[in-house]
């Protein structure tokens, strides 16, 4: 092996993008809305999430709550940086859909903005899959955003939830 090879039996290395996920890291609680359709009032959802490491370069966000009809609701996001793509890399899971989503995405210059973009099945039904992003912005040490959107026909993007989490203290 040359000297410029890693060994891929060696553990990685945490960079600075890894070490930007451990904020993830603890107990919080969320409330947000969603935007349920054209003359449908926003739907309101809280509950609670576990962000916890697997190393020094994962996170996984465990999230708990209800849906509109009170069933529960569970979710699965992963979160890492993939050096040799550049790029924030993960998935999300619901226990109320079939579809597994990836991610792919990048921080802004401020360090307080993360992108992830993945792609899914349009709210239309019609069994196309569309561009969606799911967006971190870090408001403080215990706040953070999470928005998610959708891209329209002409190219814009249509917020259509967006969930506060504040740290259990």
Not at 60 to 79: F, K, R, V, W
Not at 104 to 127: I, M, N, W, Y
């Amino acid at each position: 092996m040359s000297s410029t090879e890693q060994d891929p039996c060696a553990a990685a290395a945490a960079q600075a993008q890894h070490r930007w996920l451990q904020q993830l890291v603890g107990e919080w609680t969320f409330e947000g809305q969603a935007d349920m359709g054209p003359g449908q009032p926003p739907m309101k959802h809280s509950g609670q999430q576990t962000g916890r490491s697997l190393g020094e370069l994962w996170v996984l966000c465990e999230s708990h709550g209800s849906m509109p009809d009170g069933s529960p609701a569970h979710m699965l996001i992963t979160l890492g940086y993939d050096p040799q793509k550049s790029a924030f890399v993960g998935t999300f899971v619901g226990s109320m859909m079939t579809h597994l989503w990836h991610y792919a995405g990048s921080l802004d210059a401020a360090g307080k903005v993360l992108t992830l973009d993945t792609e899914g099945p349009s709210f239309s039904g019609d069994g196309t899959l569309v561009r969606y992003q799911d967006i971190i912005t870090l408001q403080g040490p215990d706040t953070y955003e999470l928005a998610s959107q959708v891209i329209q026909a002409d190219g814009s993007w249509k917020r259509f939830m967006t969930a506060t989490y504040r740290r259990v203290k």
